[in-house]
C-alpha cells in the first residue's frame, strides 16, 4: 500500500455536470499529481501540484483544474462534463524539486458519464 | 514530442517461464524509468525503477535493463507465477520533470 487515498472510488454523472476528485497524499509528500486513465491505455498526465501551485500541465482543457491544500491533499474539479471524461482518475503522490520523479499512485476514482 | 512505445501488447507465459517486455523513449534527456503493474480495478503500483545513471537494477525474481544510447529499456521477470499476471506500463521522465511519460501496457498472463 502506498498510503495515497482517493474518494469517491466510483462515481456516475450525466453530461454537463460538474464533478470534484480527492486526493491525500502520502505522508511526508508535498506534490500531488493527477492522470486520466482511459479504458485499455496507459495514464495520461492532466496537471502536477506543487507547495499549492500548479506545477505543469499536460494537453488537457481549461474545464480540469485542481487545487492542493497547506496539508498537501488535493482536489480534481471538472465542469461541463463530456462523454469521453469516463474513464479512471489517478492521483499520484510524490517529494517535489528530487532530480527523480518517483510517483506513488492512488486506487483511482472510476467516473462514469451518461 | 515525448513519446514511450511498449511492446508486446499482450504476452502469455507458462508457470515458471520468463516474460520480457520492451520500451522505448525518445526524449534523450529523460533520466529515470520506472515500472508499474496494474491489477484489475486498481492503481498501478510501482514495482521497479532504474535511473539514467544504471544499465541494470535487480529485485528478487525482477530485473530491469537499460541501454541510453539505443533509448532502450526492458522489463525481465523470471520463474512467472499466476499472481504475476496483471498489465505492466513503463513510463519515462526527465531530470526535476513533472510528469511521468506511459507506454500503451503490456498485458501479461501467466498460466498454471
Known amino acids: 500500500e502506498t498510503g495515497v487515498t482517493q474518494s469517491p472510488t466510483h462515481l456516475i454523472k450525466t453530461r454537463g455536470q460538474q464533478v470534484t476528485l480527492r486526493c491525500s497524499s502520502q505522508?511526508?509528500?508535498?506534490?500531488v499529481s493527477w492522470y486520466q486513465q482511459a479504458l485499455g491505455q496507459g495514464p495520461q498526465f492532466i496537471f502536477q501540484?506543487?507547495?499549492?501551485?500548479?506545477?505543469g500541465r499536460g494537453n488537457f482543457p481549461p474545464r480540469f483544474s485542481g487545487l492542493q491544500f497547506p496539508n498537501y491533499s488535493s482536489e480534481l474539479n471538472v465542469n461541463a462534463l463530456e462523454l469521453d471524461d469516463s474513464a479512471l482518475y489517478l492521483c499520484?503522490?510524490?517529494?517535489?524539486?528530487?532530480?527523480?520523479?518517483?510517483?506513488?499512485f492512488g486506487p483511482g476514482t472510476r467516473l462514469t458519464v451518461l | 514530442g515525448e513519446n514511450v512505445e511498449q511492446h508486446p501488447s499482450t504476452l502469455s507465459v507458462q508457470e515458471g517461464d520468463s516474460a520480457v517486455i520492451k520500451c522505448t523513449y525518445s526524449?534523450?534527456?529523460?533520466?529515470?524509468f520506472p515500472w508499474y503493474k496494474q491489477e484489475l480495478g486498481k492503481g498501478p503500483q510501482l514495482i521497479i525503477d532504474?535511473?539514467?545513471?544504471?544499465g541494470e537494477k535487480k529485485d528478487q525474481r525482477i530485473a530491469v535493463t537499460l541501454n541510453k544510447t539505443a533509448k532502450h529499456f526492458s522489463l525481465h521477470i523470471t520463474e512467472t507465477q499466476p499472481e504475476d499476471s496483471a498489465v505492466y506500463f513503463c513510463?519515462?521522465?526527465?531530470?526535476?520533470?513533472?510528469?511521468?511519460?506511459f507506454g500503451t501496457g503490456t498485458r501479461l498472463q501467466v498460466f498454471p
Open positions: 499520484a503522490s510524490s517529494l517535489g524539486g528530487q532530480e527523480y520523479n518517483e510517483q506513488f
Open positions: 505522508s511526508g509528500h508535498n506534490t
Open positions: 501540484y506543487y507547495r499549492e501551485e500548479e506545477n
Open positions: 526524449d534523450s534527456a529523460s533520466n529515470y
Open positions: 532504474i535511473r539514467s545513471n544504471v
Open positions: 513510463a519515462a521522465s526527465w531530470v526535476y520533470g513533472d510528469k511521468l511519460i
